[in-house]
């Protein structure tokens, strides 16, 4: 039985010819700086990003939580959404790695305002933890994969400046965000004290995050990564398939984003669904049950016994997200997987 497999744009494996450029890669001992290829893909994110250095790490969870260890102090408190990844899906690491604790705020589709954070800082009072950092995600996968308007970052910044406070991106799909904007990598990264990316989501490459910021905060960032046991040796094979996927699969992110945006609005068309339209931009859709009379985790393994893999978000609403291996005819497909489930309730 054909399988269209929507839970996630991280269940991709590499093309072949990402294959060809992994196994052809120059490779050296990147612990000590010489792995030529990982020290290409370094400078040419650094780069992108408009920052003065880059470090690669094995993960995107190991790029924002080393970001954290870098920006603050044990005790110190981190103002994010309440949505982030790095509040739901990074194990408690902040509090475990850095002796710190999160300050979630309620967003709208992931954004939370100047305001907001004004009302979180804390006093400079020896009673409460101190506010040590604020920590964005852009686009943010458990709102849909929404933009963080650049105007609203801007806004931010300016709050983080009058309060002397570091800022840290969680970009991990911010390629989505490039392509469907139009606005330039540099452009998001000025506004950020350290931002992450992730090569290993809709870019298609099997391994691998990289942190960019300055050249003092790589290089604290180079020692937290040894200590984690993130140095790895000859990770060039790595570097080659993100390299690749920065040449060949860049772009094309802007296929998934249709893809996406034909489920989303196929699915909103459904009595008793909800797919916030506006809002859904880049790859990933989330539908709202709510009104439809059945649990998401029903419907989820329905879809499953038909030949549809996706991921309930909650007791209503389920993820879908498009990627490298979907192409038009999947999505065909899946749309009539989707009538075979969903004109089914009532059985």
């Not at 809709?202 to 040894?226: C, D, Q």
């Amino acid at each position: 039985m054909k399988t269209i497999d929507l839970r996630s744009d991280t269940i991709t494996k590499p093309t072949p010819g990402m294959r060809k450029a992994i196994a052809e890669a120059q490779v050296g001992d990147d612990v000590f700086g010489e792995d030529p290829t990982i020290n290409e893909l370094q400078k040419r994110v650094a780069g992108l990003l408009g920052k003065d250095a880059a470090l690669f790490v094995a993960s995107g969870t190991m790029a924002n939580q080393i970001s954290i260890k870098c920006h603050t102090q044990p005790g110190d408190e981190v103002i994010c959404e309440a949505d982030s990844h790095i509040f739901n899906y990074e194990g408690g690491s902040p509090a475990f790695l850095s002796g710190v604790q999160l300050c979630p705020l309620q967003g709208t589709n992931g954004v939370i305002s100047p305001e907001q954070i004004k009302t979180a800082l804390r006093p400079k009072d020896s009673h409460y933890p101190q506010s040590g950092l604020i920590a964005l995600e852009n686009t943010h996968n458990r709102a849909g994969g929404t933009i963080f308007p650049l105007d609203a970052i801007k806004a931010i910044r300016e709050t983080a400046d009058f309060y002397d406070l570091p800022m840290h991106l969680d970009g991990a799909r911010l390629w989505n965000a490039h392509v469907e904007t139009g606005i330039p990598l540099e452009e998001y990264g000025k506004y950020f004290d350290s931002v992450s990316v992730c090569f290993s989501k809709g870019l298609g490459a099997p391994v691998g995050s990289m942190i960019t910021g300055s050249i003092e905060f790589i290089n604290k960032a180079h020692r937290y990564r040894k200590m984690l046991g993130g140095g790895m040796r000859q990770a060039g094979i790595l570097a080659a398939a993100g390299l690749y996927a920065l040449d060949y699969h860049l772009e094309r992110l802007a296929d998934d984003h249709k893809r996406a945006r034909i489920i989303a609005e196929f699915l909103n068309g459904i009595k008793g669904v909800y797919v916030n339209l506006n809002e859904t931009r880049t790859n990933i859709v989330i539908a709202d049950f709510k009104d439809y009379g059945q649990d998401a985790s029903v419907i989820a393994e329905k879809l499953k016994e038909q030949g549809l893999l996706c991921i309930p978000f909650s007791a209503t609403k389920i993820r879908f997200v498009t990627h490298l291996e979907i192409d038009d005819q999947d999505i065909e497909f899946a749309l009539k997987l989707f009538k075979i489930v969903l004109d089914k309730k009532d059985l």
